[in-house]
């Protein structure tokens, strides 16, 4: 691109389309004291320039006035520019940043690293020096290969570096903002003459998002760049002036050839940071089994409030993350917007392995499987609320374990400057519930000023504070902070063990401990008790199974596995109990419940009954050091064990009131101090330890001693539980009812429940955990009468999808389209033919609704597997939930509408049993003329259809044509006609007028809303003369004279007008 004379100030060359290199090589071309400086710069790709050239041009520009304002503008634009040390894009074609002037080549290369990072916030142009223009130029020294002085400042010239390739100038000085930079003159050289960089590959220089085509690094407006603070991201910060002065230049062959480094510093904190990491243990809760994690979404609230909750998959819907770690971190990508930061979520119940998968990342960075971040910190969220009142990004990136490595200042700002680089994640999220308005709070920018951990937070999650990290969540799916999520980029779920990963992780297990003699044992005792083998998808449950099945193959071959949640920590703890100190139990289990009701997990040195106690606790294994605090601070093995010593205290404790023990059983709501159930396993251990039997269960733990209060108890909780009834709970409070009854073990409490169960059971959008669908199955078996079961949205899997259905008193049952036909494609293959068509014969989808473009296609397949079964099958291979359906809806909006509903047309024939077809919706399908001649072709074959509502479809007299044509094929069974709020004018109007006599069957028209007149009003009503068994024709429109409609309703009642 050629440039003519550029005038005015830098800020109007700023915002040019000119390319600062074009710039640079326009000035150079002017007219400045002959033809010797066009000779000097006519070919700028080709020429390079000596220092005598270099000293005449110094003097030429002293002595001409116009000149020097020339190159004095260039000067303001330099100052201008590099006072922004994040560059944003800067590439090896330009410029490489260089820290510090002794080390000048052997970080040269560093800044190559940085493309894309973020760029300070320039400064306004009334902040820069006013004088720059006039200044004197310095005359040229002797020493002018080592140092020149120019109105930017002092500039060092290197004449040879052996490290660089031909055609790099590396040069420093106080005013351009940095420490050192390298400009190329000539033509960039091959990419086999750049010195190898011992870091990735660095990234090309991005365009510019304002000027297509422009490769400057300034180009972005100051609007994009994000607000940082000065100190934090000049690299000069740390420099002195005595380091930057021009005398200290040091000599030109001195320049060092070693491959480009970090700062000693910056090196000494990566290398402690990675054997942190490295000699962190694994820990004897690592998972022994790779946990599976699955993309999810949010979705809108289902309640009247605005805030949006967690998204229940169909099982077909769900999305492994196969590409592992790897897939996870890339997966805001496609998300981000330039010089963003990335938030990923990665969700699960306590106990599903998420903390060990936050280390798990932590440990493969320091094994340099993530070469991405030059800096991976983990911050386990339960260090953070004791560190002060007042925090710095320093204390936050410092909260790793017990020993805290330091952040000095010259690190704080290598991270500023590379945020990119940068993954930083924060495990237990939960933990900062009383930090919950992160989101809401003022975060500013600022990296060393201190603030409250709340003000941190939303500084990190409003984007603000380190703007273009890699930001990682865990958390559980549940509580106050899962608003927080809705701004997270990418969100994982932990899937937990299949029933099969379940048998993996016995078989390891007994592995690790060196029996591996008693796997076969240990899983057919698994096998004997399916309720604990349906609990244990979680790790926690597993290992807990895998604890008692070794202790009891050491004692006896003939043991056999309790039935229950509450028995099997029985098992664990008894033993142990029995020996201990005294009151040691009663003290461990008041602590958890304490702990839960603060929504905490940790205890402190100081807050148990006596040291015998503590060191009890930890030789038994129910406690262990807390990662990454210090040794004094103890944390439960597993929050389900904290949940069962809350449980024990509730029936053992004398504090407690009776009358106020049914409100921990968390099954009715209360207006007045609810409680919120942290510790979500209470109610069912609750339960158990008061009505299973004593000398089994509390007799175990406790001794006699407690038979009084915990039978006074029993006698509140069964008055309590007697008086709910079951079929007006909601579904996921029956849940819990049905899993406390099972817990009991008591027949007249489980009796009492399933008697009180309803016949149509729904659980619409509550999701079913395979524990869920076992206790579930087992009450419907026992129940002894008939059910019908809706399992939409409850992301049930297909074991458990197929136990239910395949329930003899399960009569009918709804379940998500895809799910169904996986789980007949499965019987299909093992041979289950029987079981295969009673399936077929309870599953319906009256009524169906498509909200959604899956919804279409799911119906479609479905319609797809009965055309293509075998004639010889019965009914014709017809599928009863194909063959039955009644009601349709199509309500996906003005966008996916008119692109889906073709495809809904073109099974729409199958349904020959249809009556109702609803293609009214809140936002408008709009389906139009084209949609309304493809339904129109399918007429012939809904014999049955007696309701067609075309309303809000942006229909015009074509469609109106095309319908009345087709109508006839109707005539004998459809009832109810709609049009209402459409486009269609006189001749749409005329048309459904001569067709009116032919519908023998019609009852309501209902054509308000609409364009035509009053000669297409009269038309109407005179074919409504004519059809004498015609109740209604709804027909106000604001296009009709008040006048023309009134004197038609006078001549005929039937006429609605409004």
């Known amino acids: 691109m050629e440039l003519g004379p550029l005038e005015g100030s830098y800020l109007e060359l700023l915002n040019s389309s000119a390319d600062p290199l074009q710039l640079y090589h326009l000035y150079d071309r002017m007219d400045l004291t002959g033809e010797e400086e066009i000779d000097l710069c006519s070919e700028p790709d080709t020429d390079t320039i000596n220092c005598e050239q270099f000293s005449r041009l110094l003097c030429d520009i002293e002595g001409d006035e116009e000149t020097r304002e020339a190159y004095a503008n260039i000067a303001e634009l330099d100052q201008y520019v590099f006072q922004d040390t994040q560059l944003e894009g800067l590439s090896k074609d330009i410029f ?7 080390e000048m080549t052997s970080e040269s290369v560093e800044v190559l690293e940085e493309a894309g990072q973020k760029s300070q916030k320039r400064p306004f142009p009334e902040e820069l020096p006013v004088d720059l223009k006039h200044r004197k130029l310095a005359p040229p020294s002797s020493s002018l290969l080592s140092c020149l002085s120019l109105p930017m400042g002092p500039i060092q010239i290197i004449p040879t570096l052996s490290t660089l390739p031909q055609g790099l100038w590396p040069i420093s000085g106080t005013g351009t903002g940095v420490s050192s930079i390298l400009i190329y003159q000539s033509e960039m050289p091959p990419a086999s003459q750049t010195p190898p960089a011992s870091r990735p590959a660095v990234q090309s220089l991005p365009k510019s998002p304002d000027r297509p085509g422009s490769t400057s690094p300034f180009a972005p407006s100051a609007a994009d760049l994000p607000s940082m603070p000065e100190p934090a991201l000049t690299s000069r910060a740390n420099l002195t002036e005595d380091e930057i002065s021009p005398t200290k230049c040091p000599a030109a062959g001195g320049a060092s050839s070693k491959l480009p480094k970090w ?37 809108k609230s289902s309640g009247k409030s605005q805030e949006r909750e967690l998204a229940t998959l169909d099982w077909a819907e769900r999305q492994p993350a196969r590409g592992g770690l790897a897939e996870v971190l890339l997966a805001a990508s496609d998300r981000q917007q330039p010089r963003e930061t990335r938030v990923i979520a990665v969700l699960g119940k306590a106990g599903h392995g998420k903390s060990h998968w936050a280390r798990a990342v932590s440990r493969a960075w320091a094994h340099g499987q993530l070469p991405q971040y030059d800096f991976v910190f983990w911050v386990p969220c339960h260090r953070l609320d004791r560190l002060g009142t007042s925090y710095r990004l320093q204390d936050l990136l410092s909260s790793l374990g017990p020993q805290p490595l330091l952040v000095n200042d010259e690190v704080l700002s290598y991270i500023a400057r590379r945020p990119n680089r940068i993954l930083l994640i924060l495990d237990g999220f939960e933990e900062l519930e009383a930090h919950d308005g992160s989101l809401h709070s003022t975060g500013g920018p600022g ?17 603000k504070l380190l703007r273009g990290c890699t930001l990682l969540l865990t958390a559980w799916p549940r509580g106050r902070l899962a608003q927080s999520l809705s701004k997270a980029d990418a969100l994982f779920e932990v899937a937990g063990f299949s029933a099969q990963q379940a048998e993996t992780y016995v078989k390891c297990y007994f592995e690790s401990e060196g029996t591996a003699e008693h796997q076969e044992r240990a899983l057919a005792l698994l096998r004997a008790q399916p309720f604990l083998l349906s609990h244990s998808h979680s790790p926690t449950v597993c290992r807990a199974v895998c604890q008692l099945t070794e202790a009891l193959l050491q004692r006896s071959d003939e043991a056999q596995l309790p039935s229950t949640l509450t028995g099997l920590y ?4 008894g033993p142990a109990a029995r020996g201990g100190p005294p009151g040691a139990l009663a003290g461990l289990a ?9 929504h905490q997990r940790g205890l402190k040195a100081g807050c148990f009954p006596s040291a015998e106690a503590r060191a009890w606790a930890v030789a038994q294994g129910w406690l262990r050091p807390t990662p990454g605090a210090p040794e004094t601070e103890l944390a439960f093995s597993s929050f389900l064990l904290q949940c069962f010593l809350g449980a024990v205290w509730l029936a053992l404790s004398g504090e407690i009131k ?18 919120d159930n942290w510790l979500e396993g209470v109610p069912r251990f609750l339960v158990g330890l008061v009505f299973q039997p004593r000398a089994g269960c509390l007799g175990a733990l406790a001794g006699p001693a407690a038979s009084t209060s915990v039978d006074r108890k029993q006698k509140v909780l069964t008055r309590y539980l007697k008086r709910l009834q079951p079929g007006t709970l909601r579904a996921g409070r029956l849940l819990e009812l049905l899993h406390c009854a099972h817990e009991a073990l008591d027949p007249g409490l489980w009796q009492h429940v399933l008697q009180g169960l309803p016949a149509r059971l729904s659980f619409l959008g509550t999701r ?18 008939d059910f019908s079961l809706d399992l939409r949205g409850t992301g049930i899997d297909p074991s458990g999808l197929g136990s239910l259905v395949g329930l003899s008193c399960v009569t009918r049952f709804r379940a998500a389209l895809s799910d169904t036909v996986e789980l007949w494609e499965s019987l299909q293959q093992r041979g289950e033919a029987k079981l295969l068509r009673a399936v077929e014969e309870k599953f319906t989808i009256e009524p169906f609704k498509a909200k959604s473009m899956k919804d279409v296609e799911d119906l479609g397949n479905l319609v797809q597997i009965q055309r293509t079964r075998s004639s010889s099958e019965a009914a014709a291979g017809e599928l009863p939930a194909v063959r039955d359906l009644k009601k349709l809806e199509f309500a996906l909006g003005p966008v996916l509408g008119p692109q889906v509903f073709p495809k809904l047309v073109k099974i729409l024939e199958a349904f020959t049993s249809l009556q109702h077809l609803d293609l009214d919706s ?36 074509v469609g109106a044509c095309k319908l009345a044509e087709a109508l006839p094929a109707l005539a004998k069974s459809l009832l109810r006609l709609s049009l209402y709020n459409n486009c269609i004018c006189d001749a749409g109007a005329e048309s459904l007028a001569h067709v009116l006599p032919d519908m023998v069957s019609l009852r309501v028209l209902d054509v308000q809303y609409n364009k035509f007149t009053a000669a297409g009003a009269q038309q109407l009503a005179a074919g409504l003369r004519k059809c004498p068994q015609v109740k209604t024709l709804a027909m106000w429109t604001p296009t009709i004279p008040f006048g023309v409609q009134e004197h038609l309703q006078q001549l005929d009642p039937r006429i609605i007008l409004r």
């Not at 490489?96 to 002794?102: C, K, T, W």
């Not at 990675?274 to 998972?287: K, S």
């Not at 009776?658 to 409680?675: G, S, V």
């Not at 399908?925 to 942006?954: M, R």
């Open 263 to 299: 700062p000693e510093s910056v090196e000494q904190f990566y290398q402690s940071l990675r054997d942190r990491y490295q000699a962190q243990p694994v820990g004897p809760e690592g998972t022994l089994v790779e946990m599976d994690l699955v993309r999810v979404r949010l979705e």
């Open 590 to 598: 008041r602590l958890a419940w304490e702990l839960g009701r603060a």
């Open 922 to 957: 809140l936002s408008e399908n709009k389906i139009g003329d084209e949609g309304v001649a493809q339904l129109s072709a399918t007429f012939p074959q809904l014999k049955a259809l007696e309701t067609l509502n075309l309303s809000q479809n942006n229909i015009t007299d």
């Open 447 to 463: 990296l060393a000023e201190p603030r409250s951990l709340r003000g941190l937070l939303a500084g990190l999650l409003q984007r």
């Open 768 to 785: 079913l955990t395979p524990p869920d669908t076992h206790v579930l199955g087992s009450a419907l078996e026992a129940a002894g009468q």
């Open 570 to 573: 029985v098992g664990l703890l």
């Open 658 to 675: 009776d009358k106020e023990l049914p409100q921990y059983l968390a099954l009715t709501p209360r207006k007045k101090r609810p409680y």
């Open 96 to 102: 490489i940043e260089h820290i510090g002037l002794e």
